[in-house]
């Protein structure tokens, strides 16, 4: 079906929109925001470092590093999820790559605006991860059966009369956080995606992120 012509009135939401959903990425509060220095700087005692002394145990680190953050969704996801996107997505800058990646889709098709974003964060231990997991707002969500542990949570906002409504996803595997966000809005009718709608959309990038880091630990 042939795409109905763009209003310049819909072209002039598209920026508070696609403003709203970099708001609401990770970067600001979820795994790809700055660590603090006692969250980057482990005690001796869950330091990844060799034993000192006889007796002493290594703190168990899953994985290394983050996966490419582009690859880990197949084109079929990216497709379903964000029509008319570009399904090579485009990788988000990050201080240091050697602990934290992300992607993020997006596109408007006809009146329909899609947003999606994965990150992810590698932490120096499987327990540093859990401690942050545990004291994250994410964690107070919704429980998923996905990775170690994983939470859900959902939200609507409105801007100008135009609804906005958001998933958000983060799950901890060994010593990964990974969050996805998934965001839409009916640029036509003024409103928005259902929230089982947004749910099921990260539940399924969120599924795919997952089996990603087991395919990057064993290359």
């Not at 034993?51 to 002493?56: A, H, Y």
């Not at 994410?138 to 135009?162: P, R, V, Y």
């Not at 990974?178 to 929230?195: C, I, L």
């Amino acid at each position: 079906m042939r795409s109905l012509p763009l209003p310049v009135t819909l072209t002039a939401r598209l920026l508070p929109v696609a403003v709203l959903a970099c708001a609401g990425w990770a970067y600001s509060s979820g795994p790809m925001a700055a660590p603090s220095a006692s969250e980057d700087r482990p005690e001796a005692s869950e330091s990844s470092a060799a034993p000192d002394e006889p007796g002493e145990t290594v703190a168990a680190k899953t994985y290394e590093r983050p996966p490419a953050p582009c690859g880990t969704l197949p084109a079929s996801t990216v497709k379903s999820l964000v029509p008319d996107a570009k399904t090579a997505g485009k990788e988000l800058s990050a201080t240091d790559e050697s602990i934290r990646r992300g992607c993020s889709w997006s596109a408007l098709k006809g009146y329909d605006y899609r947003w999606l974003d994965v990150s992810f964060e590698v932490k120096d231990s499987d327990d540093l991860a859990k401690k942050a997991f545990a004291a994250s707002e994410a964690a107070q969500g919704s429980k998923q059966d996905i990775g170690d542990e994983a939470a859900l949570t959902t939200d609507s906002t409105s801007k100008d009369k135009q609804q906005t409504r958001e998933a958000v996803l983060t799950f901890r595997k060994g010593n990964a956080l990974v969050t996805v966000t998934y965001n839409g809005s009916d640029f036509e009718s003024k409103g928005a995606p259902s929230a089982g709608t947004m749910s099921k959309g990260a539940l399924r990038a969120a599924k795919d992120a997952a089996a990603a880091l087991d395919s990057a630990k064993g290359s």
